[in-house]
């Protein structure tokens, strides 16, 4: 694994492939305008189009996995002081985003990314918490938040459409 604390313009490229290759996959995908009609706090929000979410990735901290010098997985964060649905976890590091090559999947890349950000950040870079967000059916990704011991901290019902809950999840940074 490695870190950027902002600025990774070596992968840019590769930061960009990953993102329209896995836009369809989130719900809704992550270039839908219907994003922006989505209930964030203010410092969750952004640009709901490709150029947007590199340059978001590449400003925050980015903890990313490279293989024959090609990103194969990326987990950015953006430290949070405050959140409507996640004050009583803040500060935190709030993951905004994971992604993974499809042909990557399976081999605890994700996984290993969210050991880093528990274990190996540099010490300017931690919280007292680690935050997240998803939809109820990213069962993957739920899956991988309940290994590490994340709790499901708030629920906003039909918040991604008819039927698509957003989670939000919450652990201490140390156990």
């Not at 839908?32 to 340059?55: F, L, N, P, Q």
């Not at 985003?97 to 990314?113: C, H, L, N």
Request: net charge negative.
């Amino acid at each position: 694994m490695k870190f950027s604390d902002g600025r990774l313009e070596t992968h840019t490229a590769d930061i960009r492939q990953l993102i329209q290759t896995i836009d369809d996959e989130f719900v809704p995908p992550l270039t839908d305008d219907s994003r922006s009609s989505m209930d964030r706090s203010v410092a969750e929000g952004g640009h709901t189009d490709i150029d947007g979410y590199v340059k978001r990735c590449l400003d925050r901290p980015l903890i990313y996995a490279v293989e024959g010098g090609r990103v194969l997985g990326f987990l950015s964060f953006e430290q949070i002081s405050e959140s409507k649905f996640l004050d009583e976890y803040t500060p935190s590091n709030h993951v905004e985003i994971v992604a993974v090559e499809p042909e990557a999947r399976g081999q605890g890349i994700a996984s290993a990314m969210y050991e880093y950000l528990f274990s190996d950040l540099p010490t300017e870079w931690v919280q007292p918490y680690v935050t997240t967000k998803t939809w109820e059916q990213n069962d993957v990704h739920i899956a991988i938040l309940d290994r590490f011991g994340f709790d499901l901290v708030h629920r906003i019902p039909d918040d991604r459409g008819p039927g698509t809950d957003t989670v939000y999840f919450a652990r201490k940074a140390t156990q």
